[in-house]
């Protein structure tokens, strides 16, 4: 009797190993109804902000939700300096040694939720995430230093584990090798039997992090949810040694047909010595014969635009794709670097033991760094010189640079009684408006005392002749 097939993780997810940034998005089916999520073993955000964001320009994809684990923050660490635009940051940092943390860059159009959590020998965060009043998922964000205690670790997450509800997450660094190439121990067979017992199971299949002997998969993108397509990827980029890890999952299948730009783009050339001559020896006497000046140079103008058309012809070319710099700091010369630093570190892995290779890697990165850190500072210095004269201007360039978000006006207006009574309804507020400037004149008049002076008494300083006539017209008072 034949056995059963075994369903495996490799079945259900489409797992891709290694995509060149740019490949992410055609790996990925990033739509309306679909979530995705990368995480980034950085080993120093302050170092490597710059590369962070190169990183998800080259990826062009913006992912709902970002885990970045290694941040290396401590007690002093200004978080606005690590603003992404278009999310917000939670993080959770050591405060009592250097090394560790976590912060995780969550889309400003998504709701969010924190929840403390602790694991032992960890940082962690979990996040509630919803939009428009639906929940979509919940991501358990960690980084474990492998000193922990790894019976402690797994004690706790049992714990947080059973806490969680469907549609959830557990992201980051866990320090546990899933590489079962590499005879995998008793404490990844506890680790997996754990996060198995829960329902969760591993969507990255290939390793995450290139050693010396031995390539080993520490990060992890866990799920509890069977979703109707899951897609998940390694990325071949050296921003530290992890590879950084995405995962995809449409939880609404899609409906609407992808339509796919032309590949033809068409413009028009003029042909600037047949429209001299055609100007030249164009009869110009009937605008000359016009005496109105504005018909005379609508005639000029149609007459003009005539000869262009005349002189000109439609060209049609394939596209090419072209640079597209979402940073304003990047320059296509950073980007050749950039494609250089890719090629050395192509060469560098497929010789780990050429010492004069891994050399030339590591100072071509390390000046690489160096460029993307003086774009960014003599981008933003210059900017800001040009605005040090308006303060407006030299606010709106701070705040953007910070990522500061404006407060939503409030446009209910609330209204107080003298009797303390709040007036919340806007109709009854308009009403409360129109009855105080409809009674306000008769009540300060009945405060004037008599007089019998005149109002001409009140300008005997003034020449009168001098002094423009008006009128009031009579208006009535209308009141509910």
């Not at 605008?287 to 439609?314: G, P």
């Not at 006006?409 to 409360?432: F, M, R, W």
């Not at 002749?465 to 009579?474: A, G, M, S």
Request: hydrophobic share 35%; proline share 3%; with cysteine.
């Amino acid at each position: 009797m034949a056995e059963t097939p075994t369903l495996t993780n490799h079945d259900i997810v489409s797992h891709f190993s290694k995509l060149k940034p740019g490949n992410v998005k055609f790996k990925l089916n990033n739509g309306a109804d679909s979530f995705s999520i990368l995480h980034l073993n950085v080993r120093s955000l302050n170092d490597k902000m710059g590369q962070l964001e190169v990183l998800l320009d080259e990826i062009d994809i913006q992912f709902h939700c970002i885990v970045i684990t290694e941040t290396w923050f401590d007690n002093h660490t200004f978080i606005g300096k690590f603003s992404l635009s278009g999310y917000n940051v939670f993080h959770n940092s050591r405060s009592d040694k250097n090394g560790g943390g976590v912060a995780v860059y969550v889309c400003d159009r998504l709701d969010v939720r924190e929840t403390a959590v602790r694991l032992e020998g960890c940082e962690s965060l979990l996040l509630q995430l919803g939009e428009s009043g639906r929940e979509l998922c919940s991501v358990l964000a960690v980084y474990r230093a492998p000193s922990g205690s790894l019976p402690a670790f797994l004690s706790d997450l049992s714990r947080v584990l059973s806490g969680l509800p469907s549609s959830s997450f557990v992201v980051g660094d866990i320090n546990i090798d899933l590489n079962f190439e590499n005879s995998c121990d008793a404490n990844s067979e506890n680790y997996l039997n754990l996060m198995s017992k829960n329902g969760f199971f591993n969507t990255i299949h290939t390793p995450t992090r290139i050693g010396a002997y031995k390539d080993s998969i520490l990060d992890h993108i866990m799920t509890n949810k069977l979703f109707s397509s899951m897609t998940s990827c390694t990325i071949d980029y050296d921003i530290s040694d992890h590879f950084p890890t995405c995962f995809f999952f449409v939880y609404k299948q899609m409906t609407r047909k992808q339509t796919s730009p032309s590949s033809a783009v068409s413009y028009t050339k003029i042909n600037y010595q047949l429209l001299q001559e055609n100007v030249k020896n164009f009869n110009w006497t009937q605008i000359y014969e016009i005496s109105d000046t504005n018909s005379a140079f609508e005639m000029f103008l149609d007459k003009f635009t005539k000869l262009i058309e005349d002189s000109s012809r439609k060209i049609s070319v394939r596209s090419q794709r072209k640079l597209s710099f979402k940073k304003p700091w990047m320059t296509s010369e950073l980007f050749k670097l950039r494609e250089k630093r890719t090629k050395l570190h192509i060469q560098a892995k497929r010789e780990p033991f050429n010492k004069k290779l891994q050399e030339n890697y590591k100072s071509f990165r390390n000046f690489m760094t160096c460029q993307i850190n003086n774009a960014k500072k003599n981008y933003y210095k210059n900017e800001f010189s040009n605005c040090k004269t308006n303060q407006n201007e030299k606010w709106r360039f701070i705040n953007e640079v910070l990522n500061r978000k404006k407060p939503l006006k409030e446009n209910t207006i609330i209204l107080q009684k003298n009797s303390g009574e709040l007036i919340e309804n806007q109709y009854d507020v308009a009403n409360s408006f129109n009855m105080f400037f409809t009674k306000i004149g008769t009540e300060l008049a009945s405060n004037i005392s008599p007089t019998n002076s005149i109002p001409e008494d009140y300008f005997k300083d003034i020449d009168l002749n001098l002094v423009l006539t008006f009128n009031f017209e009579p208006i009535d008072t209308v009141s509910n």
